[in-house]
């Protein structure tokens, strides 16, 4: 195989990849009314807060501030997006920061764009 062939294979695995992570972020917003900016701090909360340390999942809390950190955003954006989120029942904001409420929705969200 030519080095093109190879890097043509690359960019087409790419944007397949890519297609999938549109279809799963238009579905979201189509099915649970939510804007991009929520299924992307929806998935940054459970990226985060989530570890899979030795088979047992743990659950770490996320500040607003680590959050827009970590998706470059502003922290009111993020503070603002999370009251809608946990409106929906998806996210759950307690004394130490941020967790995902809803586990299945993040997991079925998770699992379309990987």
Do not use: C, Q
């Not at 929806?42 to 990226?47: E, N, S």
Request: a neutral charge; proline letters at 3%.
């Amino acid at each position: 195989m030519t080095d093109a062939s190879n890097e043509t294979r690359a960019v087409e695995a790419t944007a397949r990849h890519l297609g999938g992570v549109l279809r799963a972020m238009a579905s979201a917003r189509k099915e649970r009314g939510l804007t991009s900016e929520e299924v992307l701090i929806f998935l940054a909360v459970g990226h985060l807060g989530l570890d899979g340390d030795g088979g047992l999942a743990r659950v770490t809390p996320r500040t607003h501030g680590e959050i827009a950190a970590f998706l470059g955003i502003p922290r009111e954006t993020v503070r603002r997006k999370i009251a809608r989120l946990t409106d929906r029942g998806l996210t759950e904001t307690t004394p130490h920061g941020v967790i995902v409420e809803d586990y299945a929705a993040w997991m079925a969200l998770a699992k379309t764009i990987t």
